[in-house]
């Protein structure tokens, strides 16, 4: 396994909706253990395929505090959103040392394949929920910037630039 490069904002592959998975075979399958071991050495809990590059609707999750509860996530999709809308603070890798609060669903079902082609559904709520949300909005070319005002999205992207010319 190995460690890929994460792509920061604003590069625009972070804004482009991804294409399908077709192929299940080997380099998948790598490329998914090389995003999680990238997504645990971060640290962080989700990574999508453009924040490493590849424009692909592909994302890896473990919410686990034993960081032992990968979950493989190939061509998914919401097919179910509750009513029960709830703000908590979110963060991106994409977006380093960036958080904002986002108002989200609960609790979503989420049909995807695994890294076999297999057929799997997911009911979640709470964090996991949230960061499937936040996972499959990436594959969609959106970043959780895009769901706070423009004001607040000015605000983070100044405390960024600042970051940056600190740890320069
Ligand atoms: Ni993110």
Same mark, same amino acid.
């Given at each position: 396994?190995?460690?890929?490069?994460?792509?920061?904002?604003?590069?625009?592959?972070?804004?482009?909706? @991804?294409?399908?998975?077709?192929?299940?075979?080997?380099?998948?399958?790598?490329?998914?253990?090389?995003?999680?071991?990238?997504?645990? %050495?971060?640290?962080?809990?989700?990574?999508?395929?453009?924040?490493?590059?590849?424009?692909?609707? =592909?994302?890896?999750?473990?919410?686990?505090?034993?960081?032992?509860?990968?979950?493989?996530?190939?061509?998914?999709?919401?097919?179910?959103?509750?009513? @029960?809308?709830?703000?908590?603070?979110?963060?991106?890798?994409? =977006?380093?040392?960036?958080? *904002?609060?986002?108002?989200?669903? %609960? *609790?979503?079902?989420?049909?995807?394949?695994?890294?076999?082609?297999?057929?799997?559904?997911?009911?979640?709520?709470? =964090?996991? *929920?949230?960061?499937?949300?936040?996972?499959?909005?990436?594959? %969609?070319?959106?970043?959780?910037?895009?769901?706070?005002?423009?004001?607040?999205?000015?605000?983070?992207?100044?405390?960024? *630039?600042?970051?940056?010319?600190?740890?320069?």
């Amino acid at each position: 396994m190995s460690l890929l490069p994460i792509i920061e904002v604003p590069d625009p592959i972070l804004k482009r909706p @991804t294409d399908r998975v077709e192929q299940y075979d080997d380099d998948l399958r790598r490329l998914l253990d090389d995003m999680l071991e990238t997504m645990y %050495d971060a640290p962080g809990i989700g990574l999508a395929g453009p924040q490493v590059g590849v424009s692909r609707r =592909l994302a890896v999750i473990d919410i686990s505090e034993e960081k032992n509860e990968p979950v493989r996530l190939v061509n998914p999709s919401i097919v179910w959103r509750s009513d @029960t809308i709830v703000q908590a603070e979110e963060g991106c890798l994409s =977006l380093p040392g960036q958080y *904002a609060d986002i108002r989200r669903p %609960d *609790a979503v079902h989420v049909c995807y394949l695994d890294e076999y082609g297999r057929e799997q559904r997911i009911e979640a709520d709470g =964090l996991l *929920a949230r960061c499937l949300q936040h996972e499959i909005d990436h594959l %969609d070319g959106i970043l959780f910037t895009d769901h706070i005002s423009s004001l607040k999205r000015n605000m983070v992207m100044r405390k960024l *630039a600042k970051r940056r010319k600190l740890n320069a």
